[in-house]
């Protein structure tokens, strides 16, 4: 059920995942479903399980928030986000580069919504970020197994570092996301996240 923020409906009977949940789809926060006392009360006479027990238990592949270092959009200081272009990720999609957006709604946010997990990770959505160590990067099933899915973002320099030592770089002329030598002062190479979780 999506229920709004305005009216207080989801306070104690929802998880803590909605607030995360509206972080993807904020075009969903202000839509009033009215009161949901009997639903809640359904939920918590089944005693069901919470919303972090089925994504841990039944769908792993996706992080929980508390998994999270960072998410939103992943901003480089020139200005630029990581965007998916609305692709199908399965299999090889494309991370390109484009303009950042600060409206809501779908069509404005999803498509940059980014995930960097505690695990080293650089998600969209549920597929990882992968290289295959060729300077590209595109989306994959992840392994969970590091190699070319595995990055580490450093806070203090904003880099965002492949396994192979790269840093994740945002190329203008190309218009994607890459990889290519670390080069500190690079602000292509210097990423942000809308929600820091560090």
């Known amino acids: 059920a999506v229920v709004s923020t305005q009216s207080g409906h989801y306070g104690r009977g929802f998880d803590e995942e909605l607030d995360f949940f509206f972080k993807i789809r904020p075009h969903f926060k202000d839509i009033d479903v009215g009161d949901i006392s009997e639903r809640l009360a359904i939920r918590e006479r089944l005693k069901c399980k919470s919303y972090a027990w089925f994504i841990k238990t039944i769908y792993p592949e996706l992080p929980l928030q508390r998994d999270l270092i960072g998410a939103g959009q992943f901003r480089n200081e020139n200005n630029r986000c990581m965007d998916t272009r609305g692709g199908d990720l399965r299999g090889g999609g494309v991370l390109h580069l484009g303009p950042c957006h600060d409206g809501q709604g779908r069509d404005s946010n999803s498509n940059r919504f980014m995930m960097?997990?505690?695990?080293?990770?650089?998600?969209?959505?549920?597929?990882?970020?992968?290289?295959?160590?060729?300077?590209?990067?595109?989306?994959?099933?992840?392994?969970?197994?590091?190699?070319?899915?595995?990055?580490?973002?450093n806070a203090e320099t904003k880099q965002i570092r492949q396994n192979n030592g790269k840093c994740v770089t945002g190329d203008e002329q190309k218009q994607l996301v890459t990889t290519a030598e670390c080069r500190p002062d690079d602000k292509s190479q210097r990423w942000d996240f809308d929600y820091k979780y560090f």
């Open 116 to 153: 960097f997990t505690k695990d080293e990770k650089m998600m969209g959505l549920n597929f990882c970020c992968d290289s295959g160590y060729a300077e590209g990067l595109q989306f994959h099933t992840c392994h969970n197994q590091g190699g070319a899915q595995g990055f580490q973002y």
